[in-house]
């Protein structure tokens, strides 16, 4: 509707002789803001729509609830709820994963993710330092949220002994 709104009022802009070019293009782009600004506004109303909320089991046993967007990464949950350092892993880079990424998803969840990618079950490997993976551990950053996750239930694991300073 703004898009249509705009093209109608360039039209008219142009078609006038009386304004100069420069007069001309300020009103297109002070039209084009406006358009944008309101495009913004009715997409920021949706918000709403985009919130997935989560459970969360903390290194105390304590379950809590977290909210995320949809299309936001489950570390990126995690870190703005205040269970994962965001000092300890620079959000969204798999080179930058440490055992704080690492999270275990409740079975009934597992079916709902993708399955892990070759370099996500690499690095899952390296942390493990035993080699064997638990079917459970994901990487907080390699799983993107989505409406069909909703009251997914994810923990926290310990930090390894060889995660500790």
């Given at each position: 509707?703004?898009?249509?709104?705009?093209?109608?009022?360039?039209?008219?802009?142009?078609?006038?002789?009386?304004?100069?070019?420069?007069?001309?293009?300020?009103?297109?782009?002070?039209?084009?803001?406006?358009?944008?600004?309101?495009?913004?506004?009715?997409?920021?109303?949706?918000?709403?729509?985009?919130?997935?909320?989560?459970?969360?089991?903390?290194?105390?046993?304590?379950?809590?609830?977290?909210?995320?967007?949809?299309?936001?990464?489950?570390?990126?949950?995690?870190?703005?709820?205040?269970?994962?350092?965001?000092?300890?892993?620079?959000?969204?880079?798999?080179?930058?994963?440490?055992?704080?990424?690492?999270?275990?998803?409740a079975?009934?969840?597992?079916?709902?993710?993708?399955?892990?990618?070759?370099?996500?079950?690499?690095?899952?490997?390296?942390?493990?330092?035993?080699?064997?993976?638990?079917?459970?551990a994901?990487?907080?950053?390699?799983?993107?949220?989505?409406?069909?996750?909703?009251?997914?239930?994810?923990?926290?694991?310990?930090?390894?002994p060889?995660?500790?300073?």
């Amino acid at each position: 509707m703004a898009i249509s709104t705009l093209q109608r009022l360039s039209s008219q802009l142009h078609s006038l002789q009386s304004l100069s070019l420069f007069t001309k293009s300020v009103l297109v782009r002070s039209s084009a803001s406006i358009a944008s600004a309101t495009a913004t506004a009715s997409s920021s109303a949706k918000v709403a729509d985009r919130i997935v909320k989560l459970s969360a089991i903390d290194l105390d046993g304590k379950k809590r609830e977290v909210v995320g967007l949809s299309g936001q990464t489950l570390l990126k949950a995690l870190t703005n709820g205040g269970l994962i350092d965001p000092a300890s892993h620079r959000l969204e880079e798999i080179d930058a994963c440490s055992a704080e990424c690492e999270v275990s998803i409740a079975q009934e969840w597992l079916d709902k993710l993708p399955p892990r990618s070759y370099d996500e079950e690499y690095v899952l490997k390296r942390n493990s330092r035993a080699r064997v993976l638990n079917k459970h551990a994901r990487l907080g950053c390699q799983v993107v949220l989505t409406p069909d996750l909703q009251g997914m239930v994810v923990a926290i694991p310990e930090p390894k002994p060889w995660d500790i300073p």
